[in-house]
């Protein structure tokens, strides 16, 4: 039978509506499937977002905690004691997170509790509990541990890490002869040559040098251990004490008695373990050879050192000066001569009236510096430091022989004065015009690397593998090769920028016989030593031309130890013991697990 026109297109019309309607669930589930896909994605980044939030949070904290450490560090000057405040902390904090950006937040190390924030988009809890410090004293090594457990939400998701921090103070930083210290664990460290042939020397204190160690003559006195880079020869021509003998007698005249440091039982007696002292005099010697080259600090920018005498109010005075922090960074701070000496500190104390010091201070030419002094400071020369006489402490440290109670006299010795002269060029002492200047390059001195801010000293005469060298010559015309004294004569390395009738206005010794101060410069120590001349605290550098009349005697301070009990909570300012050349204290993670919210 024939099919009619209408029923035709009733059939098509069904076919394509049908049609229509297949591909409108096609269309559909694709458009489901998409919105799903959307929304897991989303859900994704959320949870992902939400997870580095929750890091950042945690990160913030941890980071706030940590400036907040070094800042007390900084203007407290002692490093354990600034650990102790991070213990026995609790305290929740919130911390915003914009666009992965956490807000900074002022947590104080000293002060630790909750701190207000601006709203934005991701809020992160972070509640911090610090256990107590945990203390290994024979070891001066102290820690303390720092719980944080943080958690955010975000667009439905929740998410939480716990995370376990510990800061860590190690008196122990790094010693010659491999083990850990400073340099200034030693009463006498050179970079160079330690030669000592025909000297009657005493060392009270340990003696290194990265090249050889020369002991061979038969009037030193050794009661410490030599380190060096190469060999120490001729060991069997030195003497050293026994140790009951250490600190009660006198040698070739000179009398040091309780200036030395302790013994290693400081009543004598092995077998009490109250009176132990780390770095204490141990009987006999211990000579270490083929050590790997110890680095000294470099006195590097000195508007580092600057900002930090500036932090701390550092100060120094005598009765016509007075210094705050810096010297020579406003008008008129100079030696009063008129020509040239912008940034020439002159200090001189008496015993009426002594230098007062207190803190780190930084002069950004030359120092003069003799007589008396009282307080504890550490004085940064941008050129030379200048000894023009004895330095005598008011309030001197010492060390009883026998000692039945060390930590008594330890914490009696944080209060006695000290003095740190630091040079970024040379120190000279005495007159320099009784130098010998033949002994003031190659081969009595040497080769050395140096800091690339000493370029403008003069101190850069080459450079290795793109490394700073001086070439060890200090009879050169130093800075640009034309600089001049107050008197308009050219400058040479060891000189002042004081002309001589200016040098001797203020009144210079031939011979210095007493320093109670810890000597230290970049570069060169010179000078002439009186008959009979005691050293009381340390002397290092990297190069060294010295004249001895008679008998020296060189006592280590022992509160620059890194060991001691004297060192413990002793502030010194030294370079490489302060900030910001100073090493932060040590934070390491050594947990970190995401738990359930």
């Given at each position: 039978m024939m099919k009619t026109c209408e029923q035709k297109e009733g059939f098509v019309l069904t076919a394509v509506m049908m049609l229509i309607l297949l591909a409108s669930f096609i269309g559909g589930a694709f458009l489901l499937s998409a919105r799903g896909t959307n929304t897991s994605i989303e859900n994704w980044k959320a949870y992902d977002e939400c997870l580095l939030a929750v890091q950042s949070g945690l990160e913030t904290v941890n980071y706030s905690m940590y400036t907040n450490l070094l800042n007390d560090i900084y203007l407290n000057g002692n490093r354990r004691d600034s650990l102790d405040v991070l213990a026995n902390k609790d305290f929740s904090i919130d911390v915003i997170v914009t666009d992965g950006v956490a807000s900074p937040v002022g947590v104080s190390s000293a002060s630790v509790g909750s701190q207000s924030v601006s709203a934005s988009a991701i809020t992160v809890t972070v509640t911090v509990a610090s256990g107590a410090m945990d203390e290994v004293v024979p070891e001066n090594r102290s820690e303390v541990m720092i719980n944080c457990d943080a958690v955010a939400s975000y667009r439905g998701v929740k998410r939480r890490v716990k995370e376990v921090v510990t800061y860590n103070y190690n008196g122990v930083a790094e010693l010659p002869g491999g083990s850990e210290g400073s340099v200034f664990d030693n009463v006498f460290f050179i970079d160079n040559h330690g030669f000592f042939s025909g000297v009657n020397c005493d060392f009270n204190g340990d003696v290194g040098a990265n090249l050889d160690i020369d002991l061979k003559y038969s009037s030193i006195r050794l009661n410490g251990d030599a380190y060096a880079g190469g060999e120490c020869t001729s060991k069997k021509l030195y003497k050293s004490l026994a140790w009951n003998d250490y600190g009660t007698q006198d040698f070739a005249g000179i009398f040091f008695g309780n200036r030395v440091r302790p013994a290693l039982y400081t009543d004598y007696n092995r077998s009490n373990t109250n009176t132990y002292y780390n770095q204490g005099y141990a009987e006999g010697v211990n000579f270490y050879e083929e050590q790997d080259l110890k680095e000294l600090p470099f006195i590097g920018p000195l508007s580092d050192y600057e900002e930090y005498a500036i932090a701390v109010s550092g100060s120094a005075s005598d009765s016509s000066t007075t210094v705050t922090g810096v010297w020579g960074d406003d008008a008129g701070e100079d030696a009063g001569i008129g020509t040239n000496d912008t940034g020439c500190l002159v200090l001189v104390g008496t015993e009426a009236n002594p230098i007062r010091l207190d803190g780190v201070v930084v002069a950004r030419q030359d120092i003069y510096i003799k007589g008396y002094y009282t307080g504890q400071g550490t004085l940064y020369a941008g050129r030379n430091v200048h000894v023009l006489g004895n330095l005598i402490a008011v309030n001197q440290a010492s060390w009883p022989h026998p000692d039945p109670n060390p930590l008594a006299t330890a914490a009696a010795n944080q209060s006695a004065d000290f003095l740190g002269l630091c040079a970024k060029g040379s120190l000279i002492?005495?007159?320099?015009?009784?130098?010998?200047?033949?002994?003031?390059?190659?081969?009595?001195?040497?080769?050395?690397?140096?800091?690339?801010?000493?370029?403008?000293?003069?101190?850069?005469?080459?450079?290795?593998?793109?490394?700073?060298?001086?070439?060890?010559?200090?009879?050169?015309?130093?800075?640009?090769?034309?600089?001049?004294?107050?008197?308009?004569?050219?400058?040479?390395?060891?000189?002042?920028?004081?002309?001589?009738?200016?040098?001797?206005?203020?009144?210079?010794?031939?011979?210095?016989?007493?320093?109670?101060?810890?000597?230290?410069?970049?570069?060169?120590?010179?000078?002439?030593?009186?008959?009979?001349?005691?050293?009381?605290?340390?002397?290092?550098?990297?190069?060294?031309?010295?004249?001895?009349?008679?008998?020296?005697?060189?006592?280590?301070?022992?509160?620059?130890?890194?060991?001691?009990?004297?060192?413990?909570?002793?502030?010194?300012?030294?370079?490489?013991?302060?900030?910001?050349?100073?090493q932060p204290l040590p934070s390491r993670t050594i947990q970190w697990a995401e738990v359930i919210p």
């Open positions: 002492f005495g007159d320099h015009r009784g130098l010998d200047t033949s002994y003031l390059d190659e081969p009595h001195t040497a080769s050395h690397a140096s800091d690339i801010t000493d370029a403008s000293l003069g101190y850069v005469s080459y450079y290795v593998d793109g490394e700073p060298y001086f070439d060890g010559d200090y009879r050169q015309a130093d800075g640009n090769g034309a600089e001049q004294r107050t008197d308009g004569s050219l400058r040479h390395f060891y000189q002042p920028i004081l002309s001589n009738s200016d040098i001797d206005a203020i009144g210079v010794s031939a011979d210095v016989g007493l320093f109670d101060a810890v000597l230290y410069a970049n570069h060169l120590i010179a000078g002439n030593f009186a008959e009979n001349s005691i050293l009381n605290g340390a002397f290092i550098c990297r190069d060294e031309s010295v004249k001895r009349h008679g008998n020296l005697a060189l006592n280590w301070d022992a509160r620059l130890g890194s060991l001691t009990m004297d060192g413990e909570s002793f502030y010194s300012g030294l370079p490489g013991m302060m900030l910001p050349a100073q």
